[in-house]
């Protein structure tokens, strides 16, 4: 089977809504990996529950390489929080890892908070005042920000939304005071409509190079939140070199590239056995920040 693979299209789930970012991103990589593989790549949209209804998907499809996935690292921390359809540990072959998002947190224009010093100094002086969004329970733009408070010493309220565009709308209307998320804030940052104050990334933006990030201001917070594709468990060997080493050639694709560079998503290239090493071991690192933040499975 390996040898006149693929001989039909391939389903590439994105398990997020159409026209979000991670859409467009998964969109230009399937277009991509259709050139490479010569094969129809088609996108199938599942969004909800976080990111996981892609993968949930996997635990029933065939280990033929024709149903994958994107995956996130909520795949290592969301069976720490809550009960999941699946065992990442066992039900998944990891094919590669390609990118990742960058996080940040935004305040309207006209607030009084400058910076972030600003905002933990008003935290200190009034806890649990302080609201900020976010994508959801449990997701990196949630956990990256009780990680920075818990660093801080101070306590903030978390409002979670279901996506990116109500949290910025809810911000924008002045019903929270803040909202940590991926780069959908761009636009308003350039429009001059919010203020970013930092970045959750292991080094500062090539977009934004004024903005501090969380680690670089002493809070020793970093989510550079790497993604990839993967598929049910037990496929084929070959069949996992071929997708690997075909979705690494979607890297130097122009329209890979500018999706990337639009959304300020850095390549972070693993191939299958290097990501599968990084998931087993964030399984480990999620486990302990989520028991530490208090938001682990209640027994």
């Given at each position: 089977?390996?040898q006149?693979f693929p001989?039909?299209p391939?389903k590439?789930?994105?398990p ?12 230009a ?6 050139k ?6 088609v ?5 909800g529950a976080?990111?996981?209804?892609g993968?949930?998907e996997l635990?029933k499809?065939?280990?033929d390489g ?10 290592a921390?969301?069976?720490h929080?809550q ?6 540990l066992?039900d998944?072959?990891y ?6 998002y960058t996080f940040?947190i ?6 009084p908070?400058k ?6 100094s008003?935290a200190k002086?009034?806890p649990?005042?302080?609201n900020?969004?976010?994508t959801g329970n ?7 920000v009780e990680?920075?408070?818990n660093?801080a010493g101070?306590?903030?309220?978390h409002?979670p939304?279901?996506?990116?565009s109500?949290g910025l709308q809810a911000?924008?209307?002045g019903?929270?005071?803040?909202h940590?998320?991926a780069t959908g804030?761009g636009p308003?940052?350039?429009?001059g409509?919010m ?12 977009r934004w ?12 917070t970093?989510?550079d ?8 468990r ?7 070199r071929?997708?690997?080493d075909g979705?690494k050639k979607t890297?130097?694709?122009p329209?890979?590239?500018?999706a ?8 972070i290239?693993m191939d299958s056995?290097?990501?599968?090493q ?6 480990v690192?999620?486990?302990?920040l989520?028991e ?7 027994t």
């Amino acid at each position: 089977m390996a040898q006149t693979f693929p001989a039909r299209p391939l389903k590439l789930i994105c398990p997020w809504p159409a026209g979000g970012s991670s859409d467009i991103v998964m969109r230009a990589l399937a277009e991509a990996a259709t050139k490479v593989l010569g094969q129809q790549v088609v996108i199938e949209n599942k969004p909800g529950a976080s990111g996981m209804l892609g993968p949930n998907e996997l635990v029933k499809a065939a280990p033929d390489g024709y149903t994958l996935s994107q995956v996130t690292i909520g795949v290592a921390r969301l069976p720490h929080m809550q009960k999941m359809q699946f065992d990442p540990l066992k039900d998944f072959t990891y094919i590669a890892c390609l990118t990742g998002y960058t996080f940040g947190i935004v305040v309207k224009a006209d607030s009084p908070f400058k910076n972030i010093k600003d905002l933990v100094s008003y935290a200190k002086a009034n806890p649990g005042k302080f609201n900020y969004g976010s994508t959801g329970n449990g997701t990196t733009p949630h956990l990256a920000v009780e990680e920075f408070a818990n660093k801080a010493g101070i306590q903030l309220t978390h409002v979670p939304f279901k996506g990116s565009s109500d949290g910025l709308q809810a911000l924008l209307g002045g019903h929270i005071d803040a909202h940590s998320d991926a780069t959908g804030w761009g636009p308003h940052v350039e429009a001059g409509t919010m203020r970013l104050l930092a970045t959750y990334g292991s080094k500062r933006t090539k977009r934004w190079p004024t903005v501090p990030t969380l680690n670089e201001l002493g809070y020793d917070t970093v989510s550079d939140s790497p993604f990839g594709i993967a598929g049910p468990r037990g496929m084929d060997p070959k069949i996992v070199r071929q997708l690997q080493d075909g979705f690494k050639k979607t890297l130097n694709d122009p329209g890979v590239k500018a999706a990337f560079e639009k959304y300020d998503q850095p390549v972070i290239y693993m191939d299958s056995e290097t990501y599968t090493q990084f998931i087993l071991a964030s399984y480990v690192k999620e486990k302990r920040l989520i028991e530490k933040l208090g938001l682990g499975i209640k027994t």
